[in-house]
Each structure stands twice: as C-alpha cells, then as structure tokens.
C-alpha cells in the first residue's frame, strides 16, 4: 500500500512522498491513510478532489477490492485475500523481484575507488556500500552489469612515498607496519613538504618530483619501490574489501589510463572541444553548459590531471565495452566536478548516461550532543578498526549464545550496512553505534532477525511454497499483500539507485511478520495440516524476499543469532 500510494502520488503530482499507512477498526477497512489532507496544501487542491483521484488510481491497479473516500478525504481499502493469492500465485518464480526492464543493456558500475596512499578509511565506506548495491539493482532488473574499482593510484603519492620512506622510515618499520606504516610516511612527508614551502624551501620537493621522473623513464630503484609499495598497499585494499565482502570485475585504476591522456586531450583539441592556453596548459570552456569555470585538462608542463584520466577512462569505455549507463559511487563533495566531467562528455558528443551516484558523508555523534563529519583522535577512522569495532559490538549484541564467528561477522557488517541504507543516500548519515545495534526500530539487527526467525521455523517445519487451495488465507493478507509489493519496490530503487526503498521495505516486511505471528499460530498448537502447509508456504516466500531484498543491500541473512 505504501509503494502503491508513493508511486501514485509520483504519477499524479510529481512529489516524493513516503505516506502513512494506518490500519483502522477493521468495520472501515485494511488499510486507511490521510495522505491527501497533507498533501492538500502543495498541491493546492481539495483534499477531497485529492482523494477521489488517488482513489481512481488505487481502483485501477486492481490490488485491492474495495477503496472509498471518508469524510473530508480519507481514503480507506480493503484487500481480498483470494485476489492476493491469485495475484502473487502468478507472479511468482524462484527468482521473484528480479525484473527485465534493463535487458539488453550494459552499465558500469565504479566503485569503492579508494586511494592507495594511504590505509583504507570510512571515507570509502559509503562508496562501496552505496556501489554495490547499485550493482545489485541494476543486475536484479536485468541489467548487464560490469564492475570497476578505479583506484586513485596515480600522481605524486610514490614520489611522496619514496622520499618520505628514506627519510622517516626503514626497512623495518615498514615489515611491521605495512600500509599504515606507509600512511604514516605519507602524512609525514606532506607534512615536512609543507613546512619546507612556508620556509622558502624546495629540497624535499625536488626530490619528489625527481623520483616521479625517474619512474617515468624506467629506473630500477624507483619502479622496484613502486611496485613494493603498491603491493603492500593493493593487498590491504583487497582485504579491506574481503571483509566488506564487495569485490569489482576490474582494476584498472587511474594510473592505468594516465598513459592513455595524451591522445585523449589530442582527440579534444582536433574537435575543438578543449583550447590551448598562453602557458601550454588545456583547458575546455564549458560556458554553453552553465559554468563560469572551464575543465582543466592539461597543466602547463604537460602533466595529466584527475579529470585526464576520468576523460581517457570515458574513451576506453566507449571503445571496448559501448555501454549504456555508467555509474560513479562517489561522495557528494565531488558533485561539481563529476557535472563538468560529464559535460565536457557530452561537448564531445558522447551519449552514454553518465551517472554521478553520490551521497551525503558519515557524522559521528559528539559527546556533547553535536553532530560533525566523523574523525578519530588520530584523523580519519580506519576502515579495520571500524570493523573490529563493529564485530566486537556484534559479540556484545549476540551475549552468550552459541553464534559462530561467521555470523557475528555477518550481523557486524549487516548492522553497519543497514546504517548506511535507512535514509535517501544524499543525506549525511548518523554513525551512532546504540541505534546501530538497536534490537528494535530500523537497524541491521532487527531485519536480520526477522529473517532468522523465518528461517528457523522453516527449518524445524518445513518448507514448500504452493499455495492450498482449500485454505482462505484471511490471517495473511497483510503479509501477502507486501510480499505483492516487492517487485516494483526494486524497480523503484534501481531506477534513481534509491537503496533506502528496499530498506524501508524490509523494515516494513519485518514489523509486518511481527505483527503477524503475535495472532497467528504457524505449526504448533490448534492447528489444522491444511493451516500448517498454508502459513508454512507463506513463510517460505517471506524467506525468499527477505533473502533477495537484503541481498541487495549486500546484507546477507546469519543461520543464528
Ligand atoms: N579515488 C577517488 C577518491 O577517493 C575516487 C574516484 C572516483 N572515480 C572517478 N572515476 N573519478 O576521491
């Protein structure tokens, strides 16, 4: 009903609404909702005339056998548990709420795109969650989906690297400390660099810059220290990601297609799209697509930039893949630039639909109260130490019960995750460890055992999801009317990549199940085989959906907790 309504609201107003579904004394209906006296206002209608017309619309799906209008715009319904039946009995499939809208089509999706510089932080977080499920959506409506992880693996980081290794650090140090010795090296050296400019210095920069050359040409010190350096970094990102459990078809990071910039700016400047400054630098005016600030393409000494290499990945695409869509899991902050990268695509003549997916940072909660972008006493918070946190939370959840360490894991991350989905991407989220590991309201724990519940009573019982002919299925007419509901769910979070529709759905399947089982008896107690075969089948495909659904948040569902 929810979705129903959302959708319709969508259809009829062109708004982005979440309506309130109540359920009234059962002498007025199923479901009732007031949506149209709040919407009275924006629309500027009558709530009554509202009401008529979404009425209109929720006749003509055919969901429900009976909607009227009361009062001054209440809309009430009613739903028949034999259309229900009906309706979900053909529809479904072992793979119900997957759908075909994307067949025939290819996207790429980028992400979690991590610098390898420095150890892997919760900056990446966000990129990788929001990625992966943009990579689940778009594969659930038949999408060919093609993944890529476009490492920020190029540019001075090495000849930060090996200066500040030989300076700060040793052979050692670096064993031990791996990729956080490195970060530490690097935060050093920058550091040292900075100190040397505001004293009018250049001698540690020279140096960067030299080992920067010397790779170029192929020296054997600074391509072996390159290549151990990025060894030690790239295994820990690839754990980081294990643990995560994301993965990409591709690497090919930024340093992969740096070479491939020099023709890429050729290309611009023989169409005319990009001009050559005084200094030899290359810009592309952009005026005609809104900005006052051109696209820097090329600096004076001829060095490839950010935007080089995002225009030479652009071209490499076109050439070997011809996709479709492509999708960018990348932070808010970069919004201005990914506009301009992909209207400089578009001066170029390049049609594919660049999507920039991004989202809102991670606050933490001070002690005090306020709310700022998460940091540790150190800087940034470290992906590792967030996890270990998280799974220490995770034990502490499960108390003293006999969990394995693979579903501690799995209720760690699914907490995590589910943080991350609750509200529309572009907001900033709330990493508070309480409500993350809440038992109750919307957080991983609670759906992921919702789905366990289900799980263990199909276990004990038994499972079968034929529907019996001779039973009404009048107790489960709430459940199965969201069960309805799922698929159009996925096609409206996959289109816009709106994850928090799938939440807010599982979290709705969840309290509707524990609605449900409080009237209900499943197997045991007064009930007849028909009733146990009946509610056994029903819970089946609740399984089924909360198994898929959670899936597609990269959430997977623990065999206990
Ligand atoms: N490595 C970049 C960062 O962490 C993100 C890369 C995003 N992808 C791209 N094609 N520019 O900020």
Excluded at 127 to 134: C, E, F, K, L, T
Excluded at 139 to 156: C, Q, S
Excluded at 262 to 291: C, M, R, T, Y
């Amino acid at each position: 009903m929810e979705t129903n309504l959302s959708q319709i609201i969508h259809e009829l107003y062109n708004l982005e609404v979440q309506p309130q579904v109540s359920r009234p004394a059962p002498e007025f209906g199923d479901y009732a909702t007031n949506i149209a006296l709040q919407l009275a206002k924006q629309v500027g209608k009558n709530p009554r005339e509202i009401a008529e017309e979404i009425a209109a619309k929720l006749k003509e799906s055919g969901a429900y056998s009976d909607v009227t209008i009361a009062g001054p715009g209440f809309i009430n319904v009613r739903i028949s548990a034999s259309a229900l039946v009906k309706s979900l009995n053909d529809e479904w499939s072992d793979t119900y709420g997957n759908s075909t809208e994307g067949a025939g089509k290819t996207v790429v999706v980028e992400y979690p795109s991590p610098n390898m510089a420095k150890p892997y932080s919760v900056g990446h977080l966000r990129p990788g969650n929001q990625g992966w499920a943009a990579r689940q959506l778009m594969e659930a409506t038949g999408w060919k989906v093609i993944t890529d992880n476009h490492l920020g693996d190029y540019g001075a980081p090495l000849g930060i690297w090996i200066t500040g290794f030989k300076k700060f650090s040793n052979d050692a140090a670096l064993e031990e400390g791996g990729v956080y010795e490195l970060g530490r090296v690097y935060i050093e050296t920058k550091r040292a660099l900075k100190e040397e400019a505001e004293r009018g210095e250049a001698t540690l920069a020279d140096e960067v810059q030299d080992w920067l050359l010397k790779y170029e040409a192929g020296d054997k010190e600074a391509v072996a220290y390159s290549e151990r350096f990025n060894t030690i970094s790239l295994d820990h990102i690839h754990t980081v990601m294990n643990r995560l459990k994301i993965s990409t078809d591709y690497e090919l990071g930024e340093a992969f297609f740096a070479p491939k910039g020099k023709d890429a700016v050729k290309k611009l400047l023989n169409e005319g799209v990009a001009v050559q400054n005084g200094d030899g630098s290359i810009i592309v005016p952009l005026d005609e697509f809104g900005f006052d600030v051109p696209l820097l393409v090329q600096k004076s000494n001829g060095a490839a930039l950010y935007a080089t290499t995002d225009l030479a990945t652009i071209l490499y695409r076109e050439e070997t893949i011809k996709p479709d869509k492509v999708i960018y899991s990348v932070g808010a902050e970069q919004q201005f630039y990914f506009s301009q990268l992909f209207a400089m695509a578009k001066k170029l003549g390049i049609t594919t639909d660049l999507y920039h997916l991004w989202f809102g940072v991670i606050d933490q909660l001070n002690e005090d109260g306020t709310r700022e972008k998460m940091s540790s006493r150190k800087g940034v918070v470290l992906m590792e130490e967030l996890l270990d946190q998280a799974e220490a939370k995770a034990r502490e959840t499960v108390g003293d019960r006999d969990i394995s360490e693979d579903d501690i894991k799995k209720i760690a991350l699914g907490a995590i995750k589910f943080t991350d989905f609750i509200s529309d991407r572009r907001t900033n989220i709330l990493f508070d460890w309480k409500t993350i590991f809440a038992l109750t309201g919307m957080s991983g724990p609670y759906v992921q055992y919702a789905a366990v519940r289900v799980n263990k009573i199909l276990d004990e019982y038994g499972r079968g999801d034929a529907f019996v002919d001779t039973y009404d299925y009048v107790a489960e007419k709430d459940v199965l009317a969201k069960l309805l509901e799922y698929p159009s769910v996925v096609n409206a979070a996959a289109r816009d990549i709106e994850p928090h529709k799938v939440a807010n759905y599982i979290y709705e399947l969840a309290r509707e199940m524990n609605r449900y089982y409080e009237k209900t008896p499943i197997a045991t107690g007064e009930v007849s085989d028909d009733e146990r075969r009946a509610r056994l089948g029903v819970l089946t495909k609740v399984s089924h959906v909360f198994t898929h659904a959670l899936a597609l948040l990269g959430i997977e569902v623990p065999t206990k907790m």
